[in-house]
Structure formats: C-alpha cells, structure tokens
C-alpha cells in the first residue's frame, strides 16, 4: 500500500462546478498535511495547509479525518484557471521527509 | 524574491557522463531536499540535509551524491549517469521540516 494515495483523475468539471478530491494516507504518525499545485512543466506550488480543525481560503477548502487517515480538497465555482494537478502531501513525525501522493488532475472546461 | 533557484533547467547527458545540480536558497532555510518526478510516479526523495554539512538518503539515493558545504547551496551529484536517471529534478526547501516547502523550478535530464 502506498503511504499516500490519490484518485490521478482526470477530473472534467464544468466551469462553475465544485469538485472534491480525497487523499488517504497510511501512517498514523503524519503531523503535517498540505495540498500543493502543479501546473504543466512547472514546480508544485503549496495551495495550501491543512488543519485538524478545517481551513478556507476563498473558494477552496480543506478538511483532515485523523480517525480515518484522509484528507479533502472541495473547490467550489471552478474556474478555467483551477486546471492543474492537485498533490496531496503528508509529513511524518520526526523524519523531516515530505511524502507526495500521484496527484489528481483537474479539468475545467468551458 | 528568489526563493529556490535551480541550475541548469535543461541537460543531456550521455551514457557514463557525469554532472552536478546546483540548488540554491535565499530563505535562511534549514532544511533542503532533492526529488526526481517521473509519470505515474509521484516526486520521490533522493536525499535531503537538515542543515550545513549534513546529508541523508531519501528514498532513491543509488546512483546519486550530495553536499551541503554552505547553508544556501544544495548540490545533487550524478557520477555515471544512466538512462534510468532520465527525469525531472525538483530542489526543495523548508524553513522547518514540518512547514511549507517551497520548490524550485526544476532541472529536465535526459540521459540518453
């Protein structure tokens, strides 16, 4: 089992839309958890942490079940510019190692 | 706003070949970290450093050498490069191990 697992997608949603991915991950130890961006040919770029208590920053919102090993990304009125793929990362407990999911690739379409 | 520079952004390399990355931060980062993404792969850890002059095997370091002489620089050694080395370079940094890492843009290798 991977430690940390995503849905590659692709998902094609229509402009406007909202969409959620999920990303579960295996160590039970994992402290810190992120949703980073990445567009084609180009460095992840941090979208944002996520928090045992949910977080929101504009259109996109984070949640973390640490009962059951996941985190959600939901992003709500998707915009052609939301196209990219979203990676799911994990960091463990004293390992200062960061443990990227595949990625899910998102679509929005006109 | 530098942030995380990578050197060079495109090489070929032949068979046996050998060639260093350079990576470099301005950000008074602790922690560096090299990755190689390949498709369907994910990125995976080469090797990372927890500050100057140390240095760690990730989870594929065969084939691959580092050094961490100064705080700001983080180099990535291929000694005899093979085809099997044909990736993306991603350069990380973080101020802790546990907060926002932030990338540089990337070192395409071909080895061929």
């Known amino acids: 089992r991977k430690e940390v697992e995503q849905d590659p997608g692709p998902f094609n949603v229509p402009e406007g839309a909202t969409v959620a991915f999920n990303c579960t991950y295996s160590?039970?130890?994992?402290?810190?958890f992120f949703w980073y961006r990445q567009d084609c040919r180009k460095e992840p770029k941090l979208l944002m942490s996520?928090?045992?208590s949910g977080n929101e920053d504009g259109r996109f919102t984070a949640q973390l079940n640490r009962a059951s090993q996941y985190i959600s990304l939901l992003i709500r009125d998707s915009k052609l510019s939301d196209s990219a793929t979203y990676l799911c990362?994990?960091?463990?407990?004293?390992?200062?190692?960061?443990?990227f999911g595949t990625g899910t690739r998102l679509k929005v379409l006109a | 706003n530098a942030g995380v520079t990578q050197t060079p952004k495109f090489r070929v390399l032949k068979t046996g070949q050998s060639m260093t990355l350079l990576c470099a931060q301005d950000?008074?980062?602790?922690?560096m970290y090299w990755y190689r993404q390949d498709p369907g792969m994910g990125l995976r850890l080469i090797h990372y450093?927890?500050?100057?002059?140390?240095?760690a095997k990730g989870e594929v370091p065969d084939g691959y050498n580092v050094s961490r002489l100064k705080k700001q620089n983080f180099l990535l050694g291929l000694e005899s490069a093979a085809p099997s080395q044909t990736s993306v370079y991603f350069c990380?940094?973080?101020?802790?191990?546990?907060?926002?890492?932030?990338f540089g843009q990337g070192t395409r290798l071909t080895v061929v």
């Open positions: 996520v928090y045992s």
């Open positions: 990362v994990v960091n463990m407990v004293g390992t200062y190692k960061y443990i």
């Open positions: 450093s927890v500050g100057e002059g140390t240095t």
């Open positions: 160590n039970s130890a994992s402290q810190s």
């Open positions: 950000m008074n980062h602790e922690y």
């Open positions: 990380a940094s973080s101020y802790q191990g546990s907060t926002e890492a932030f």
